[in-house]
């Protein structure tokens, strides 16, 4: 019998946030995400050679951006410094770069956190990551009924 290989592509999710950007990523076949980092923001330049370094770790060949839209659906000021991020990655990256609704996924993460007992410090290391996580999953799952 003919041994085939799959074709195994990893997603890259990111939750671009005031002060930090979490960072979670897909197993090969884009079942599960895991959150594998936090990028402290200091400017554009030194935010992309942290992207570019999960990018090429991963070999990720999507990355999905968390898209903050307000409650009623509107675009407000967060969401369109997202999505001029997005333009900023795609061209700089050259790999497809994905929006995605993340409502509510802060608040997600923070209950979670909260159900486990984490302490307040452990917490906000971990916020950022884990709603990367919910983002990355959500979006996975979406592709999967379609």
Sequence with gaps: ME??????VRIL??????KYIGVAVSDP???TAQGVGVIKRQNLKKDLSQ????????DAK??????????NGTVGSKAREVLSFQKFLADK???????WDERLTTAA????????????????????????VFILDSYMRSRKTQ
Excluded: H, W
């Excluded at 992207?51 to 991963?58: A, G, T």
């Excluded at 999507?62 to 409650?71: D, K």
């Design 51 to 58: 992207i570019r370094r999960y990018v090429e770790e991963y």
């Design 109 to 132: 993460a923070r209950r979670t956190l909260l159900e486990a007992d984490v302490s307040r410090k452990g917490r906000k290391k971990a916020i950022d990551k884990l709603a990367a």
């Design 13 to 18: 999710c990111f939750d671009y946030g005031e």
């Design 29 to 31: 076949l884009c079942i």
């Design 3 to 8: 041994r085939r290989d799959f074709l195994t």
């Design 93 to 99: 990256l050259n790999i497809p770069v994905q929006l």
């Design 62 to 71: 999507e990355i999905v951006l968390g898209f903050p839209r307000n409650m």
